[in-house]
C-alpha cells in the first residue's frame, strides 16, 4: 500500500493537492472526501479562541483540538501544526513531536521556517517524524501587520534558499504563506516536492484555505480569502426559524415528541 505521503509527492506535476484546516470531528468528516490533506492549524487561537497572535495557542488545544478532528478523518493526510515554542530547541521539539504524534494519531507534523530552525526540523525527520515545512509570513513570528514576503531581492534569495535547504534535509512539502507570485512559481518549478500555496498565486502545486473563511463562518477580509459558502447565514436563519417555531408553539409537534 503506498503511504499518505507517498500519495502526496506523486501529485507532483499532475494534479493539484486540496488542503483544508479542521478542528473538530464534523468539519473532518464534511471536508475529507474533497481533500488530499487536512491541517489542525495553530490558525485555531484566531479562529476558534479570538487570539491576537497564534503564539497563545498552546500545546495541549493543539492535542485536543486535532484528536477531536482526528475521528471524521478517512482518507486525507492530517498534519499538526506544532505551536510556538514547542519546537525552539532539538530535545524539546522531538519529545513535543511524538507526543502529537502519539495522541492524536495524525500523520506529520508543520513547522514554520527556515535555515533558523533547520538543525530542529533535520532532528526530527532523522528521527522518523515526517514534516511539513512552511516559508513565507510566518505567523508564529509576525508581530504587527501581516506583509507579503518576497518584495526585496534579499527576501526572495532567503526565502528561496531556506526552501531549496528544507527540501535538502527531507521534508515532503511546504506551505507557502503569502508569497510574491513570481517567487512562489520559481520555487515550485525548482523543487522536487509539493509546495502549498496560501495567498502565493496559482502556481503552487496545492491550495490550503482556513476552513472558516472557505464556508463564510468568519469574517475576515483579507485578500486571499475567497468564500466559497454563507454557512454563518443558515446557521442565523436556522436559530431564527427555531426561534420563531419555539414561540409559536409549533416545536416540537407530536411527531418531535415521546
Known amino acids: 500500500m503506498i503511504s499518505k505521503i507517498k500519495k502526496i509527492l506523486n501529485k ?6 486540496i488542503c483544508l484546516t479542521s478542528y473538530s470531528k464534523n468539519i473532518s468528516e464534511a471536508i475529507d472526501p474533497y481533500s488530499d490533506i487536512i491541517l489542525v492549524g495553530d490558525s485555531l487561537g484566531s479562529v476558534l479562541y479570538n487570539y491576537s497572535t497564534t503564539r497563545k495557542v498552546t500545546l495541549d ?11 471524521g478523518i478517512k482518507n486525507s493526510l492530517m498534519v499538526v501544526d506544532m505551536p510556538y515554542r514547542t519546537y525552539r530547541n532539538k530535545k524539546i521539539a522531538l519529545k513535543n513531536a511524538k507526543r ?30 515526517p ?19 518576497g518584495k526585496k531581492n534579499s527576501e526572495r534569495n532567503k526565502i528561496f534558499n531556506d526552501a531549496k535547504l528544507l527540501e535538502k534535509i527531507g521534508v515532503f512539502s511546504i506551505v507557502l504563506e503569502c508569497v510574491e507570485s513570481t517567487l512562489a512559481k520559481q520555487i515550485s518549478k525548482k523543487l522536487k516536492i509539493p509546495t502549498i500555496g496560501i495567498g502565493s498565486s496559482k502556481f503552487c502545486d496545492g491550495q490550503i484555505l ?5 464556508i463564510g463562518l468568519n469574517e475576515t477580509k483579507v485578500r486571499f480569502v475567497k468564500k466559497f459558502g454563507q454557512i454563518k447565514k443558515n446557521i442565523s436563519n436556522a436559530a431564527k426559524n427555531f426561534s420563531k417555531e419555539v414561540k409559536n408553539k409549533k416545536y416540537p409537534s407530536k411527531i418531535y415528541s415521546y
Do not use: W
Open 12 to 17: 507532483k506535476n499532475k494534479s493539484k493537492i
Open 61 to 71: 488545544q493543539m492535542i485536543e483540538h486535532s484528536k477531536s478532528a482526528r475521528l
Open 100 to 129: 502529537i504524534l502519539k495522541e492524536t494519531k495524525c500523520d506529520a507534523v508543520k513547522l514554520e521556517g527556515g535555515s533558523l530552525i533547520i538543525s530542529v526540523i533535520d532532528h526530527l525527520i532523522k528521527n522518523k517524524i
Open 131 to 149: 514534516v511539513m515545512g512552511h516559508l513565507g509570513i510566518l505567523p508564529q513570528s509576525v508581530k504587527g501587520k501581516f506583509k507579503f514576503k
Open 210 to 214: 482556513v476552513i472558516d473563511d472557505l
